[in-house]
């Protein structure tokens, strides 16, 4: 949301693989009367332009949601991509969504975000993950949702471990993989 303290846009634009990196914040209008359904369509409808304006003739396959991402912005993203036109537009068939909070209590938005994707997307090969990590005092919520990767479970484990090596001998320091969700099994009436 506030492109100048978001955490995601300063990790990714560390990496020389990214192609392109599309910053989105909230409306004016919108953080000003963040309750006015006026205002919400208003800003679905420019963000909905500012986002195919930027990606041009490209399509993302990462979107990451950081804890700095308002309610508002996520609900208005969400909306965007549940219609499958824009979503087919805008996000490549293989694709990766992220996102944490630094307040997993009180800040759900982004798991909700994840799974509302996942389940509009439907099809297999997908899952969403949801990694915890906890320190005693304060908990961060790790969500991916991996679309079009038949090996992502595989991944997901990798993750895990990786983050428990990485913070092995740490004290009070707690991560755990609380589920793996994937998508519905394409029907297939020959079998």
């Given at each position: 949301e506030d492109?100048e303290d978001?955490?995601a846009?300063?990790?990714v634009?560390?990496h020389?693989?990214v192609?392109?990196?599309?910053?989105l914040?909230a409306?004016?209008?919108?953080?000003?009367s963040?309750?006015?359904?006026?205002s919400?369509y208003a800003?679905e409808?420019?963000?909905?332009?500012?986002i195919?304006?930027k990606?041009?003739n490209?399509?993302?396959d990462?979107v990451?949601?950081?804890s700095?991402a308002s309610?508002?912005?996520v609900q208005?993203l969400?909306?965007?991509?549940?219609r499958?036109e824009?979503?087919?537009?805008?996000?490549r068939?293989e694709?990766?969504f992220?996102?944490?909070?630094?307040?997993?209590?009180?800040?759900?938005?982004?798991?909700f975000?994840?799974?509302?994707?996942?389940?509009?997307?439907?099809?297999?090969?997908?899952?969403?993950?949801?990694i915890?990590m906890q320190d005693?005092?304060?908990?961060?919520e790790f969500?991916?949702?991996?679309?079009?990767?038949k090996?992502?479970?595989?991944?997901i484990?990798e993750?895990?471990?990786s983050l428990?090596?990485?913070?092995k001998?740490?004290?009070?320091?707690?991560?755990?993989?609380?589920?793996?969700?994937?998508?519905l099994?394409?029907?297939?009436?020959?079998?």
């Open positions: 492109t978001c955490l846009t300063r990790l634009s560390k020389n693989t192609r392109k990196i599309v910053k914040k409306c004016k209008r919108l953080r000003e963040p309750d006015s359904v006026d919400q800003c409808v420019d963000l909905t332009l500012e195919k304006q990606l041009a490209d399509k993302a990462l990451v949601v950081d700095s309610y508002q912005l208005i969400n909306s965007i991509l549940s499958d824009y979503r087919k537009d805008i996000i068939e694709n990766v992220m996102a944490w909070t630094m307040n997993a209590e009180e800040e759900e938005h982004q798991r975000f994840l799974d509302r994707y996942r389940k509009q997307h439907e099809w297999d090969p997908m899952a969403r993950a949801e915890w005693g005092k304060k908990a961060l969500g991916v949702l991996s679309a079009g990767d090996k992502i479970v595989y991944k484990d993750i895990e471990t428990k090596k990485s913070f001998g740490k004290e009070n320091i707690k991560i755990e993989l609380r589920g793996i969700y994937g998508g099994y394409e029907f297939k009436d020959v079998w």
